[in-house]
């Protein structure tokens, strides 16, 4: 008996200094390998970064605010760590999934206009295949991370990924690509709202439909900068449905968009300091009018940028009134 225990425990000692001897072995031919095969793998890495469009974050934060707005709207308050932690990387990785997906869609338009014809897809460095892994990769990591709340945010989850996918092609069908963008970039204020109190309440609709309003409005003035890339290529936008109107149409919105904020004041009963927030968001509003107001295309691509500002004032209404 203490012959088998003594052999048994030498066996188990042989076959763990093995263990310890090849895993220094294999990693120190991994280590080499990497070292070899780094510029490669650098290279690699930045075109991923780049069709992920992690380079250019704005897209991120405007679909980062709407989401923050209804988190904090659902809580009424600060949400839950989990929930917070969820929604900011959920935006981080289908922002960036979905600008694969519309690469692979626009590759054919991209080459014709000067802002995008070096993106990796148009430009050959990243293959169709290639992009299609790296989303599926990305929406994988998000969806284990919806896993994480309950059945009717999973549920609402299945509803976001053909909107990110369908919206590319919009713009080859109607004039309003501008609406469907902010139907995918509005979704997560019903998952939200869902994440937090396991229901969708009125309110959230009203939200729902102030950041519609809000993305057709960044969006458009977007859609400007194209605008003339656009009519050549046969590629349609809310830019070239209000033509000359374009300033009327985006005031409009604008306008509407403040008086549905001032309505989810009401309903929520807020404090006077959620409307002295509105404040500064209507001058930036009436500043991006100053900036579009001649159509050139590097100013009405700093009035695009500037929304970010806007996110954040609306955002700040949120914050202090529950504060």
């Not at 490669?40 to 380079?55: E, Q």
């Not at 080459?111 to 295949?129: A, F, H, L, Q, W």
């Not at 991370?145 to 996918?165: D, G, H, M, R, Y």
């Not at 050139?296 to 695009?304: G, S, T």
Request: glycine share 4%.
């Amino acid at each position: 008996m203490q012959l088998n225990l003594e052999k048994t425990q030498l066996v188990s000692l042989h076959i763990l200094k093995s263990g310890k001897y090849y895993g220094r072995k294999y990693l120190k031919l991994f280590t080499i390998w990497i070292k070899q095969k780094w510029p490669l793998i650098k290279n690699r890495l930045f075109l991923y970064f780049r069709v992920t469009r992690l380079d250019k974050p704005i897209g991120t934060m405007l679909l980062l605010w709407p989401t923050l707005w209804a988190l904090w709207l659902a809580a009424e308050g600060f949400p839950t760590p989990h929930l917070f932690l969820v929604f900011t990387l959920g935006v981080f990785l289908t922002r960036s999934s979905g600008c694969v997906f519309n690469d692979i869609a626009d590759k054919d338009y991209d080459s014709k206009v000067e802002r995008t014809k070096y993106r990796p897809i148009t430009t050959g460095e990243i293959d169709s295949k290639e992009a299609i892994l790296v989303a599926i990769i990305l929406l994988t990591v998000a969806f284990f991370l919806v896993l994480t709340t309950n059945k009717l945010t999973v549920f609402l989850s299945f509803v976001a990924i053909p909107l990110a996918i369908i919206y590319p092609y919009m713009k080859r069908y109607t004039y309003v690509p501008q609406f469907f963008l902010g139907l995918a970039f509005s979704w997560g204020i019903p998952m939200a709202f869902a994440a937090q109190t396991n229901a969708i309440p009125p309110i959230a609709w009203l939200l729902f439909i102030a950041n519609i309003l809000w993305v057709v409005v960044y969006d458009t003035i977007y859609a400007i900068v194209d605008r003339e890339y656009d009519l050549k290529i046969g590629v349609k936008s809310t830019a070239i449905l209000f033509g000359e109107s374009d300033r009327l149409f985006i005031g409009i919105l604008q306008f509407m968009l403040i008086i549905v904020l001032s309505l989810i004041g009401i309903q929520i009963n807020a404090d006077m300091i959620y409307y002295w927030f509105l404040v500064p968001s209507s001058i930036l509003m009436v500043y991006h009018q100053h900036l579009i107001k001649n159509r050139i295309p590097d100013r009405c691509f700093r009035a695009f940028l500037s929304n970010n500002w806007l996110g954040a004032a609306i955002f700040g209404g949120f914050i202090f009134n529950f504060l």
